[in-house]
């Protein structure tokens, strides 16, 4: 089942995942609420439409924007709609 790790502790998990572009997104409900913290960031893809990001934060660490997902998705991108993807230091193993 592929699971999303940040500081060795798995912070989502499951078997319903969808890959776009090579990217691993997960449902937003396999999300640990616990670890997250809202961000003011906000990036835009041409064919996915606008992002939203949150920042991972526990135990004295924090990785800023390491969790994106797509609000309101572009119709050719309603594979990501209610679904989350990680980078920086967040490592997806399937």
């Not at 592929?2 to 500081?7: F, L, Q, T």
């Not at 776009?20 to 616990?34: M, N, T």
């Not at 949150?54 to 594979?79: C, I, M, Q, R, S």
């Amino acid at each position: 089942m592929p699971k999303a790790i940040w500081n060795d502790e798995v912070i989502a998990e499951s078997d319903d995942t969808v890959v776009v572009e090579g990217i691993q997104y997960f449902p937003r409900e396999s999300l640990r609420e616990d670890v997250l913290a809202p961000s003011d960031t906000h990036t835009v893809c041409p064919w996915k439409g606008r992002a939203s990001y949150y920042t991972l934060t526990a135990n004295g660490h924090t990785t800023p924007d390491a969790v994106w997902f797509y609000p309101e998705p572009k119709p050719d991108a309603k594979a990501v709609r209610d679904r989350v993807a990680f980078w920086k230091d967040v490592r997806v193993e399937a």
